[in-house]
Structure formats: C-alpha cells, structure tokens
C-alpha cells in the first residue's frame, strides 16, 4: 500500500482501471523466461570460466583460458565472418527476392493465390527436410542441378557446390533463401496492400515511370514494413545452424561452421562445456552490437523516408 | 469481418489485359514458380517409386508404388512420432497463448516505465538465438530434477515463443479500446473476469497469428527434441528424420528418404492446405501488427 501511494506522488500508475494489481498476470510468463532464459544466460558467465565437460561437476576454475583459447584458436573469428557472409547474402537475397515477388503479384496477375502458395510452400518443411532435399539437388554426378547440366551437355560431374570451401557457405545460404523468402514475401504483399491505390494513381498522371511508382511511392511507404523484415531475416541469419548441421557438418574444412555451430560442437562433440559458454559470451556480445547498431540505423532511416 | 471478407471474394478483380509486358510477366513469376518447386516434385516423384527403382529422379512419375513409404512408414515408427508430435506442439502452442495474452495484459496496459521495462525485457529475447545458451539450459533442467520425457522440450518452446509473442500480444493490445473494458469495470466485473471475457476474446486476430507462426517453427524444430530426448519411442517427425542423416547422401536409398520426408511434411502440408487463408493473414498480421 505504501508503494503504491509512492508510485502515485512519482506520476507512475494513477489508474484505478488498471491498477498494478495486473502485474499478477506476468507471473507464468515471466517466471518462466527468468528461470530458463535469463538464469542461463546468466550462468553461462559462470561456466565459461570453468573446465566443465558436462558430465563431471567436480570442475576447476580456469580463469580467463577459455576465453584466451576461443581468441587464440580462430574458432570465433572464423564462425563469425562466416555467420555474417552468410546473414547478409540470406537477408538481402531473401527480401529482394521477396519483395520483387510481392510487387509481381501486387498487380491484376491471374492466378495469383497458386503463385503465392507456390512461393511460399517451402515455408512449411522442417529445416531437416530441407536438408535432405537440397544435399540431394547438390549432390555431384546423381544430383538434380548436376543431373539438369549433364542433360544439356554441360559437365555436371564438376558441378559439387558442398564439396568447395568457396562456395558451400553460399551454397547453403540458397537453402536458406529458398525456404525463407516466402515468408519475407507474404509480409511485403501484406504491406504493398496497404498502400492506397489514389497515390500510385496520382502519380501516374504526373507522368512516373514505372521503377519511380516503385522507388519513390512504394518502398517509403512500406518501409516499416522493409523494417520489420530485415529484422526477421536477421535474427534468422544469425541463428545460421541447421544446413550446416545437415548438409555439410561444418566443412569443407571449417568454411561452413557457423557461431550456432561452433558452439554446438564444441559443446557436444568436444564436450567443452566451459570453452562453448566463453564462446557464446563473446558471440552474444557481438550479436547484441550488430542487432543495436542495425536498429538504430534502420529507425533513422524509417524517419527520414 | 466475415461478411466483409465474403464480399471482397464476389467482386471479380479485373485481370490486366496480356500485353507484351504484362506476358513477360507471366513467364517470369511462372519459370520462378517451377524452380522453386522443382525439387518438391522431384522428390514427391521419385518417393513414389519402389525402393529399389534406381532411374534417374529426373524421369518424372514413371512408377507409382507405396512400397517406399511402407518402409519409410515402418522405419520411422510414423504413429508414434505423429502423436508425440502433434501433443508437444498443441500443448506447448496452448500454454505459450495462455502465459502470452496474460503477460501482454499488464504490459499492454499499464503505463509506467516498469510496464516499459518488462516489454523491452521479453522482447531482449529475440535478439539472443536461445540455441547458444543450450548448455546452462541443459543444466538448469538437470539441477531442477526436470527428468527428459517427450514433454521436456515444450518447457524450451514455450520459453523461446514467449519474446515473439509477448511483442505481438501487447502491440495488438495498444490498438483495442479501453471503452469497453471501461465499461465492464463501472459494472463490476473483476480483474480476471475482465481479461477472461473482454480482452481476451477481442484478442482472438492475434492469436491466430500466433498459433500458426509459432506452432510452425514448434512443429519443425528438431534441435530441443535432439537435445533432450534420448529414447525412439519419444521423438517427434523432425528429430525422427534424424536417422537418415547417413542416407542423403546414398542414391540406392533415396526413394525411401523421400518418402520419409514426404510423410514428414504431410500433416503440415494437409493443414496448410486447408487453412490457407488463415495462414497468409495470420503470418502477415504478426509481423505488420507487432
């Protein structure tokens, strides 16, 4: 009772409607985001300066050596520059993709609910089914693309995108693209919906050419929608872990081992447990830096179109 | 909103007339639309062969047989990871809209800096892919006695939804009128009884969403099943199709892998099927709404 008169004096909650007697309503929710979110992010700063394996817990303290090892052995440097090539080709190939899609059938198009579903089927298949299907459109001499160029009297059997450290990681964020960009595109048609067919008239009678309807009317005023899309396929990027997982294990070499995927393994291949929670630290901190810096840009823009 | 949806459907839409630009058009959407289903069909093509059929699967459709997906089927252990399947999503995807609307409640609603703190405090967990901190995760459980049954990754599902849903809960609930509940509180209803009968019916759009974006990735998601759950008899279809992971690899084993990845899908393709409608809108409207 003496809290709440407190709050009142401080401009907080003064409505009688609702009241901080809703609070009791976060209890569920927030009592299990803080015991099994928020306490392990916590308690990955404890590990991270153990030795622990995961299975003996008479572990020692290591002081900082995980972290000195994770910097010392390329592990982070290596997974984080594949993690961001393989971001920033999924997140712009995917809303370039979608958005194109989206403005195609944004128009009088016939059939467009069977193009729409077409787009977007791939949505529905778990990323392992994914998987499966493109290491077999991968796979060199049998596979689809290498089958398709040895048809046409191209050398299929050369063609084996996994099995080149240049290309797998592009290889694999196609994959991703694939399975991705009709979500990306459902979104973009939602907010092409919304903008008001008078404007694009307008502008046509002004004498707009067709890529100015689009750059100049368009995208302004479905940019938070651009926003939130970028956002989504961001986080997603970030997340890069399960075509590694499938399709390539990591390799050729370490060209496709994503942060996801390092700490996978090094946790449970390698059963380091203390080494993999350094590793998510630092990850963690670059993440959070990158996802910041993207938001700020991205609001500043948004006010500016 | 049903009869306005109705309507929209009886207004034939006046198609473009085909110009030369308006058919280039048309050839582009359609060869993008082949490409990228291209390999559904292939591989919904050659599941349909007997294991055995070693043609190229380019040849399209030549055999029909159910000999793969018999074996698939019996390999796979299919109705038991069906309902494992279907339980830990319905379940999960049930609590996350219950813990979810509940949560938006008082963050939607009330107007202090700590409402605001809370909102920004769930939402933090998106940024974080929760995968990362898997291992103080995988201890938390241990030390918490949390034994590893089928139902041991919804604790995971239910926790990594809660950031997404919470965003898209408290964002629809800032657009509802307070007037109503206005109104129910001069007649006396109570707290619970308010959110129970006002809100969270007017909710309904939201939840929607909610159920079919998060009940998507629930449904798909291999990684906490792999994770958590030691024994066959409680994996769900994803982590099930882990035991091809040595086939994919083996053309003498494709028809068979295929047809497992056919009955993989199934169940969500057949509900996608159904519910298009909901599912574009629903997908949409989480992501322009929140």
Partial sequence: ?305 | MALGKKKEERVKPSYMKLTPKTVLLYVAIILFCVIVISPLVIVFSSSLRTPGNQTSPLALFIEFSGASYAKAFNSMNYPMELINSFVTTAGSVLCIVIFATMAAYPIGRIKTKLARFLYFFFISGLIIPSQMVIVPIAQTLNRLGIPNTRFTPMIMFITCSLPFSVFLFSGFMKGLPVEIEEAAYIDGASLGKRFTTVVFPLLQPAIISCVITQGLWIWNDYFYPMVFISKKAQYSLPVGMLQFLGDKENPAQWNVLFAACVLCALPLIVVFLALQKQFVNGIAAGAVKG
């Fill in chain 1, 1 to 305: 009772m003496a809290q709440q008169t407190r709050k009142k004096r401080k401009g907080g909650n003064s409505s009688l409607i609702f009241s901080n007697k809703m609070y009791v309503f976060l209890i569920p929710a927030l009592a299990m985001f803080l015991v099994f979110w928020i306490y392990p992010v916590l308690q990955l700063f404890y590990y991270s300066i153990t030795n622990f394996n995961g299975i003996n817990y008479n572990f020692d303290f290591v002081g900082l050596k995980n972290y000195q090892k994770v910097l010392s052995n390329g592990t982070l440097t290596n997974s984080l520059k594949n993690t961001m090539i393989y971001a920033v080709f999924t997140v712009t190939l995917s809303n370039i993709l979608g958005m194109a899609v989206a403005m195609a059938l944004n128009t009088k198009i016939r059939l467009k609910g069977l193009f729409r579903t077409c787009a977007y089927f791939p949505a529905l298949f778990s990323a392992i089914v994914v998987g499966f299907i493109w290491s077999y459109v991968y796979m060199p001499g049998s596979g689809m693309i290498a089958n398709l160029l040895s048809n046409i009297g191209m050398n299929g059997a050369a063609f084996n995108p996994l099995g080149n450290f240049r290309t797998a990681l592009y290889a694999i964020a196609i994959v991703e693209v694939w399975k991705g960009f009709g979500t990306t595109m459902i979104i973009y048609l939602a907010g092409l919906q919304t903008v008001d067919e008078s404007i694009l008239e307008a502008g046509q009678i002004d004498g707009c050419t067709e890529w100015q309807l689009i750059s100049k009317i368009k995208l302004p005023l479905i940019s938070s929608t651009v926003t939130i899309n970028v956002i989504l396929s961001v986080i997603a990027g970030l997340k890069a872990f399960d075509y590694s997982f499938i399709m390539t294990n990591g390799g050729p070499g370490k060209s496709t081992k994503t942060l996801m995927f390092q700490v996978y393994e090094t946790a449970f291949t390698d059963l380091k447990m203390g080494r993999a929670s350094a590793f998510s630290v630092m990850a963690f901190a670059f993440i959070i830096v990158i996802t910041v810096l993207m938001l700020l840009y991205l609001n500043k823009r948004e006010v500016e179109l």
